[in-house]
């Protein structure tokens, strides 16, 4: 049976992994969301989720948006090793629907990057 868990092993912890990502990362958009990626030897990918406080004064605002984001990253776990930042763009809290909508466009164009990388 396959487990769709999010355990820390997936999560990027350390000052050390997050600088790599921000100072050698690619980035790009897909709908709601920000993406920035390195891509790593791993086996697994490891993703931050992150939404702006100053567009959401209210932390369960916030905190309801990050859930979507690993929810929906959680079920469409990519099958390459990358360190991924998610940040949440849009000005409002859209439904989930969009919210999975906008991390599958984002996972098929890191597979694309991950293949053009590889090429």
Do not use: H, W
Request: glycine share 6%.
């Amino acid at each position: 049976m396959k487990t769709f868990a999010l355990p820390k092993s997936e999560r990027i912890s350390g000052r050390q992994a997050l600088e790599n990502l921000l100072e050698n990362g690619r980035g790009g958009t897909a709908g709601c969301l920000r993406y920035k990626v390195v891509f790593t030897g791993a086996e697994q990918a490891r993703i931050m989720v992150s939404v702006p406080k100053r567009q959401f004064k209210r932390a369960v605002k916030r905190n309801l948006l990050k859930r979507r984001m690993r929810e929906a990253y959680r079920l469409q776990k990519p099958s390459f090793g990358a360190d991924i930042l998610f940040v949440y763009i849009s000005r409002e809290v859209l439904p989930f629907q969009t919210v999975y909508a906008d991390m599958a466009a984002a996972l098929e164009r890191l597979s694309a990057l991950k293949d053009e990388q590889n090429a």
